[in-house]
Structures are given as C-alpha cells and as structure tokens.
C-alpha cells in the first residue's frame, strides 16, 4: 500500500486552437472543474515549432507511434493559433484527465467525453484532407510524460500550491 500523497498527480491540458477559436475553452475547463480536479497553473500561449517538436515527438514519440506525415500534420495543426495551457492536480489525474477527454479520433470517442460530445473528425478523412486530427485537447499520457510536459510548457513559478474547497471531499 502507497502512501496517500503518492497518488496526487498533475496532468497537462492544452486546449488545442480548434477549441480557442470555437470558443469552447469554458465548456471544455468546466468538466475538469466539476469533477473536482484543481487548476494549478493556466495560461495563453502560441509555441512556436521547436516546442511542437519536443512535446509530440521529444516526449511523445508520435513519429514512431503514428508516422512522419501524421506528426507533421499535427504541428502544422498545433501552430495555426494560440492555446490554453492548464496544469490539472488531483487523485490519479492523469487517467482521470484522459477518460475525460476521450479516445484520439473524435469517430470513436465515447459519448459523455469532451471529444466524443464535441468533435465529429475521423483518422480517414483528416488523413485525405492531409490536416491534423482537430480532436480539440490534448492530455498527458502517463504521470512521466505529465512531468516532462509540464517542465516544457510551465516554468516552476508559473504553477501554484494552495488549498481548493472541494479537496476536503475529493481527496
Ligand atoms: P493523443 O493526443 O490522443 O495522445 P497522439 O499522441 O497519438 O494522440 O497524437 C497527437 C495528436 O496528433 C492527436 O491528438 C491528433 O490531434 C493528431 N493525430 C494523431 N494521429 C493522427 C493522424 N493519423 N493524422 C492526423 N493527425 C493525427
């Protein structure tokens, strides 16, 4: 058995400018609120390539993953306009955040998920229009990924430690 603080994890958001531009980012942070995940850092931002680079194939391997033309599909995607970048805390937040957000392809994304209820995009169609998938969020893969991603997106004073009302309930 853990200890209880072992399970407290942080998870990067970003949601992704088809969101900004939709002007969803309210709908899309309330779910998070409301399941009591606490915000922790947040912030506008436009990375340019180099960090694109770094946070999909650096960190997140996409290039073996998914292939060349995806990954450069999904920059370009990326650098069409400003994010919102959040740092979510919480129990086991990383899997939290990712059930939350949904599967990858909007298609197959449950109902109930953020992509699933507001994106419609399949893996065939973005493929044959040669654009990234516009799934709307992105979320940490795992809590090593989470780190890495954060120390790339959020200097250390740019994320807060205080105490949220719902924590008394949620953890
Ligand atoms: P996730 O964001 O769900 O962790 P990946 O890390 O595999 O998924 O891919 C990163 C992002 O690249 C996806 O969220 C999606 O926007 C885009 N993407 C993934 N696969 C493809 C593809 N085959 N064609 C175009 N874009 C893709």
Redesign the pocket.
């Known amino acids: 058995m853990g200890k209880a603080k072992d399970f407290i994890q942080r998870s990067l958001v970003v949601c992704?400018p088809d969101a900004v531009q939709r002007g969803i980012v309210g709908e899309i942070l309330q779910r998070f609120e409301r399941v009591g995940l606490k915000i922790v850092g947040m912030k506008m931002v436009m990375p340019g390539e180099d960090q694109y680079k770094e946070h999909?194939e650096g960190i997140?391997q996409?290039i073996t993953?998914?292939?060349e033309?995806?990954f450069r599909?999904?920059v370009d995607?990326m650098l069409s306009g400003p994010v919102i970048a959040i740092v979510l805390e919480g129990v086991e937040a990383v899997p939290l955040v990712r059930k939350i957000?949904g599967?990858?392809e909007p298609k197959a994304a449950d109902m109930g998920t953020i992509r699933g209820d507001f994106a419609h995009m399949s893996?065939g169609y973005?493929?044959a229009k040669q654009?990234?998938?516009?799934?709307l969020v992105?979320?940490s893969?795992s809590p090593e990924e989470a780190k890495k991603e954060i120390k790339l997106w959020f200097t250390p004073e740019e994320l807060y430690d205080y105490s949220d009302l719902n924590e008394k309930y949620t953890r």
């Open positions: 992704k999909y997140g996409m993953r998914r292939g033309q995806a599909y999904n995607y957000v599967s990858t893996f973005s493929d654009v990234g998938v516009p799934n992105h979320a893969g």
